[in-house]
Nanobody, 124 residues
């Protein structure tokens, strides 16, 4: 089993920045795709960003492109989501996920492992 634990959420003013962390433990995941999703009440889980654990170009949702940056630190088994220029519409619970597939996908059901989520609230 692979366990994912997110942290770093909180309350931030619009225009501010926040960095989320996701620490993985358990099974190795050197070939995994790591992704970030978010979900607001009454809405479907929305893709945010993803990156291959082995490296390569990350992929971003259009809504966050240019503002968010996904990265990973193999030595710490950690993936990050650096969020800048935050907007009230970014308010959501953010989830870290891992996919055992080959290609990066934006479909939530394709991901095999999920963290518990960390709440991000952006005030105007």
């Amino acid at each position: 089993q692979l366990q994912l634990v997110e942290s770093g959420g909180g309350l931030v003013q619009a225009g501010g920045s926040l960095r989320l962390s996701c620490v993985a433990s358990g099974r190795t995941f050197s070939t995994f795709i790591m992704g970030w999703f978010r979900q607001s009440p009454g809405k479907e889980r929305e893709f945010v960003a993803a990156i291959r654990w082995s490296g390569g170009s990350p992929y971003y949702a259009d809504t966050v492109k240019g503002r968010f940056t996904i990265s990973r630190d193999n030595t710490k088994d950690t993936v990050y989501l650096q969020m800048s220029s935050l907007k009230p519409e970014d308010t959501a619970i953010y989830y870290c996920a891992a996919d055992r597939g080959i290609a990066i996908t934006t479909i939530a059901r394709s991901y095999d492992y999920w963290g518990q989520g960390t709440r991000v609230t952006v005030s105007s």
